[in-house]
């Protein structure tokens, strides 16, 4: 009976969810300006569908920092099941990020694309260089860059195009950031 009742004890405590590897279920983030980039980027990074780890986890808060937007990121995890996590971040951006404009729209390996159409494209759309960053919710900050994109492709290509690209942000010169346009994701050491 003892060792029946020592089982259950240590069958059913808390260690029994500290699996190195989980899906986060859910991702709740707290800030004070649009969330979406946080998650785009959690999507990327730390999706459903994947097992991840707490590694996983670090790459994410690592990413937002390196962003160079946020003053502050930080993660916590709470246990949901055995093998299911809930996320939550708290990214508080940086005092002056009102002050920040955009210094340049970068594409990443797209050799095919033209460029000079590109950043015209982006100019109708009032998207260039010294353009307040927080001018635009990031999703229409997307939005437009994805239009300008596709219109930039060669026609054969423009009609193949799913209709996204990847977008990272990264810090250029002081008050400034750089906004890259890339196929993949370009995290954690990709």
């Known amino acids: 009976m003892l060792n029946l009742l020592m089982f259950l004890i240590i069958s059913l405590t808390p ?10 279920e859910s991702i709740e983030a707290q800030t004070i ?3 979406r980039y946080i998650f785009e980027r959690a999507s ?6 994947k097992l991840v780890g707490m590694n996983d986890i670090q790459c994410l808060v690592s990413e937002l920092k390196a962003s160079g937007i946020f003053e502050d990121v930080r993660a916590d995890v709470t246990v949901t099941g055995p093998n299911t996590r809930k996320l939550f971040l708290s990214c508080r951006y940086r005092s002056d990020i ?6 340049e729209i970068v594409l990443d390996g797209f050799p095919y694309v033209d460029k000079a159409k590109f950043r015209m494209e982006l100019n109708k759309r009032g998207v260039k260089a010294g353009a307040p960053f927080i001018k635009y919710y990031f999703r229409s900050l997307e939005q437009k ?4 994109f596709r219109v930039s492709l060669p026609k054969d290509m423009a009609n193949n195009f799913s209709g996204w690209t990847l977008i990272t942000i990264r810090p250029a010169e002081a008050g400034k950031i750089r906004v890259i346009v890339s196929q993949e ?3 954690c050491g990709n």
């Open 15 to 24: 260690a029994q969810f500290d699996s190195s590897s989980f899906h986060v």
């Open 98 to 103: 009102d002050r920040f404009v955009i210094s």
């Open 33 to 35: 300006y649009d969330s």
């Open 44 to 49: 990327r990074i730390v999706p459903p569908e």
């Open 185 to 187: 994701s370009r995290s």
């Open 145 to 148: 860059i994805n239009r300008a």
